[in-house]
């Protein structure tokens, strides 16, 4: 790989491959792409010191390395983040650890009464806010107020697991 030649055929190789897989860690592509080209930026400059036994694996750890960098240095707005957690939980309730899973429902069984409807009506039942609004008789706003408010206790009740929020993103990107 310290010859030009082998370098140029995996950045073809993989370049593609990599764009798209931060894209779908950031849902941008400008940051996507300046990402994969920071990898082979790296790459290059670091070939001579390098013993990379696996390129495949080694260029994938390096963008998503990249990517949290990326988030770190940008103060990112992590909801972008949280709300792939939580689609990735309603999406998989069947394949989520029973222990998560437990808490999680014990979580939700803990919320008052009308803000638990409301956050099922609209995770489970797939229900915009205006159709909740609607059917409740309350206002847009409330119903907002009353999913952000969920959502962030469910959250902060989760903090002891929310290791496992990154991974499950992840494993979640891969598996759609």
């Known amino acids: 790989m310290k010859n030009p030649e082998n370098f140029e055929k995996i950045y073809l190789l993989y370049w593609e491959k990599l764009t798209a897989f931060s894209f779908n860690m950031t849902q941008d592509m ?3 792409q300046n990402i994969v080209q920071d990898v082979f930026i790296d790459l ?3 070939r001579h010191k390098l013993e990379i036994t696996a390129i495949e694996s080694y260029l994938y750890r390096a963008a998503k390395n990249q990517v949290f960098k990326y988030y770190q240095n940008n103060r990112f707005d992590k909801t972008i983040i949280e709300d792939k ?3 990735y939980i309603v999406d998989n309730f069947t394949t989520i650890d029973p222990e998560v899973m437990e808490k999680i429902y ?3 069984e ?3 009464e009308k803000r638990k409807e409301i956050l099922l009506m609209h995770k489970m039942q797939d229900m915009t806010i205006d159709q909740i609004a609607i059917e409740l008789s309350l206002s847009k706003q409330t119903v907002k107020n009353q999913i952000s408010s969920a959502l962030k ?3 902060f009740e989760l903090k002891d697991v929310s290791w496992m929020a ?3 993103v992840i ?3 891969f598996l759609r």
């Open 106 to 108: 014990a979580m939700i």
């Open 171 to 173: 494993s979640y990107k």
């Open 153 to 155: 206790h469910l959250r």
């Open 30 to 32: 400008d940051v996507a």
């Open 85 to 87: 957690f939580e689609d």
């Open 44 to 46: 290059w400059e670091r």
């Open 166 to 168: 990154s991974l499950l």
């Open 110 to 112: 803990n919320l008052p």
